[in-house]
């Protein structure tokens, strides 16, 4: 039925990048046949999946959304996907994204934008746009992503459907493109609360492959969707976030949920955390310095593409490389490559990178001493609805400037999910609620996530 619906609608929202219509089949068949035979199979075996682009996916071209990947069929799988094959779930293709994942859109794919199917003037989010978009238009009940600075939430919330950002380290990162390592992290998304739990426990786990990765057992995520309860439980509105700058109805549609909670017996505070206010800035430091660190392995040498320079007959390895990245990386990624390295150089790097630092670390302790207050936080997960395609592509800023929200909880490395949050009356558009739980406490979000369902 999946296979079908993609056939019929992908031609419009250009979710996927690349369709397996054949393997998903094939892992179908199998699970079919072993419950046959009365095997006792996990919870979401038989139950198909639609794979970012920037987890690699044995067999299967990875290409992150660049050209710079294009083609590349790795020989192994990233440990999510290893996971998601052991559950028995079939893989239905790979979806789009802006190129690795830099972006807030999909318009920075190299093989063109998703549509928000619920206009396809719009745009599905980013840089998991293609994810949203597949669970959004009913391609995939189920889909992976990864959110590095708000990637997993903000698509969420523009396309109405539910996104988490697990605890940095609760899901391995070994086998993703990695773009700003110590804040990537990949997660689930889903249309509904219990369905993105469900997937979150088969990602989850620890993982020796991956250095950072928690050694501890994944947060009882399922039982907290299923009971759905908030009696009693402290919630804090972050002052700093969801004022100035907030569509009208998106902060309307906040208020509401915030409402309900309340009549369902949890006690709101207002709560400040004064250093958001320089999150992005300091975000935008930390990741392109990160960046341009990871993405020098693109070198024509060892992945992907080769360009070899014109009119030189014997080019050096540095010219290669040089005419490979011109015509490989496409202008978004460039201009992180060329921040980070500005912020990293020798002479800036204290005033820059550093002084990112530094607020990266008092962001971590506005959230510490906001948790001693109180067990969640909550705030809009985007500041507007879905904007128009091409509405934002010259101007990086305001494309910057839709992570506002979802940033501080990357650098401070603490879990968050976006939750459809009803429509915005001017536009009729999809808004998201953001909730925030302390590290490892992942639990939390899908007690008020169920909540408000
Ligand atoms: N939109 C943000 C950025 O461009 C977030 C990206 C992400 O989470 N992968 O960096």
Redesign the pocket.
């Known amino acids: 039925a999946y296979l079908d619906r993609i056939a019929a609608v992908d031609g419009q929202v250009h979710a996927y990048l690349h369709v397996d219509a054949e393997g998903a089949l094939t892992t179908a068949r199998a699970v079919d046949a072993r419950r046959a035979a009365g095997e006792r199979l996990a919870t979401l075996a038989g139950v198909p999946i639609a794979v970012k682009d920037v987890m690699t996916t044995r067999g299967l071209p990875t290409t992150c959304g660049s050209r710079m990947l294009e083609g590349w069929v790795p020989p192994y799988d990233a440990t999510v996907v290893r996971h998601l094959k052991d559950a028995g779930m079939p893989i239905l293709g790979k979806t789009n994204m ?1 190129e690795f ?4 859109s999909t318009e920075h794919s190299a093989y063109g934008p998703s549509r928000n199917p619920w206009d396809l003037e719009r745009i599905p989010g ?3 746009g293609g994810s949203s978009a597949a669970v959004a238009s009913f391609q995939a009940p189920l889909a992976t992503g ?7 939430r ?1 698509p969420a919330a523009v396309t109405g459907t539910v996104g988490t950002k697990p605890t940095y380290g609760g899901v391995s990162r070994y086998g993703l493109v990695a ?1 700003a390592s110590s ?2 992290q990949a997660g689930p998304c889903a249309r509904t609360v219990l369905d993105t739990a469900l997937l979150h426990e088969v990602m989850g786990g620890h993982d020796p492959l991956d250095s950072t990765s928690i050694d501890a057992p994944v947060p009882p995520v399922v039982d907290a969707a299923r009971r759905a309860d908030v009696t009693g439980l402290r919630i804090g509105v972050v002052k700093e976030l969801g004022g100035e700058g907030y569509q009208p109805g998106v902060r309307e549609r906040f208020e509401e949920s915030v409402a309900l909670l309340v009549e369902q017996g949890a006690e709101v505070v207002e709560v400040s955390c004064p250093s958001f206010d320089y999150a992005l800035a300091a ?1 935008y430091l930390i ?1 392109p310095s990160e960046a341009s660190s990871n993405l020098a392995k693109f070198d024509a040498m060892r992945y992907g593409m080769r360009v070899l320079p014109e009119g030189v007959d014997a080019p050096t390895a540095e010219q290669v490389m040089a005419a490979t990245r011109d015509a490989g990386f496409g202008p978004e990624v460039k201009r992180r490559i060329i921040l980070g390295t500005y912020a990293l150089s020798s002479g800036y790097y204290d005033a820059y990178y550093g002084s990112a630092q530094k607020v990266r670390s008092l962001i971590a302790q506005d959230f510490e001493r906001a948790y001693e207050k109180v067990d969640v936080l909550l705030s809009p997960t985007a500041p507007t609805t879905a904007f128009k395609l091409g509405d934002k592509l010259d101007d990086p800023m305001a ?2 400037l ?2 506002i929200a ?2 501080p909880a ?1 650098l401070a490395g603490v879990p968050g999910m976006s939750i459809p949050s009803g429509l915005a009356e001017e536009d009729g558009l999809p808004t998201g609620i953001q909730i925030l739980a302390p590290a490892m406490k992942d639990e939390r979000l899908y007690s008020v996530g169920a909540a408000l369902e």
């Open positions: 802006d994942a830099m972006g807030s980013g840089s998991g990864t959110d590095t600075g708000g990637s997993i903000q773009l804040l990537d975000y990741l494309m910057y839709n992570d979802t940033i990357n």
